[in-house]
């Protein structure tokens, strides 16, 4: 499932399943190659095969990320240095602390 899901962000290379010690949920961790033109993904949408369960969202964390910008998400630069930031004048940012993993374990 891992893999799966991993592969709609781009070639995914490997997934492992871990449980979280503080909240005892479950979360898949999948290393996976992005192209860093274009805007961290921040959810994965799944089909499941049960069609009772129907399908899903999965949100995405990134466990370590360079500089990048909070409006478009796009790796490389700060929000001030944005060469789209007029794009998103008044937007609150889409991204934000929320996307990066912190010590799961």
């Known amino acids: 499932m891992g893999t799966l899901l991993g592969s709609a962000l781009g070639p995914a290379e490997t997934a492992t399943i871990h449980r979280s010690a503080s909240s005892g ?9 992005l ?3 274009l805007p961290l993904p921040d959810e994965v949408a799944a089909t499941h095969e049960d069609p009772e369960k129907g399908s899903f969202k999965a949100l995405v964390k990134f466990e370590s990320l360079p500089q ?14 944005c060469p789209r930031k007029d794009d998103h004048f008044g937007n609150l940012p889409r991204y934000g602390k929320h996307i990066v993993a912190h010590a799961l374990g």
């Open 25 to 33: 949920g479950l979360y898949i961790r999948t290393k996976i190659t």
């Open 35 to 37: 192209d860093l033109q």
């Open 68 to 81: 990048f910008g909070f409006l478009c998400g796009v790796v490389g630069h700060v929000n001030r240095f």
